[in-house]
């Protein structure tokens, strides 16, 4: 299985932007897809946007229009470019591997923290 790491975490003021990383060693080239969850304290996971292995992207509502899911296959991390940030964006954000092989079903990491203060 495959673990990603998250990083890029931080805390922000309304309206700034951070940008997430997802590394998965391998990930690329065993042609997996990526999803991006986040939780917010006392909430159920979300699932917020997606890239698949042929490059199609995809989002939640609640972020279409400020968040951009991107990647660099050569280095095998997936980027999440967030921007105008809004405090119900605070939550803990993690990525996940997935697709129809075996060998893209990806673990959980420790994800990373964002928190926006209005």
């Known amino acids: 299985q495959v673990q990603p790491v998250e990083s890029g975490g931080g805390s922000v003021q309304a309206g700034g932007s951070l940008r997430l990383s997802c590394t998965a060693p391998g990930f690329t080239s065993m042609n997996c897809d990526m999803d991006w969850y986040r939780q917010a304290a006392g909430k159920q996971r979300e699932w917020i946007s997606a890239i698949s292995n042929v490059g199609v992207t995809s989002y939640a509502d609640s972020v279409k229009g400020r968040f951009t899911i991107s990647e660099d296959k050569a280095k095998d991390t997936v980027y999440l470019q967030m921007n105008s940030l809004k405090p119900e964006d605070t939550g803990m954000y993690s990525c996940?591997?997935?697709?129809?092989?075996?060998?893209?079903?990806?673990?959980w990491g420790q994800g990373t923290q964002v928190t926006v203060s209005s």
């Open positions: 996940k591997t997935r697709g129809w092989s075996g060998r893209c079903s990806g673990s």
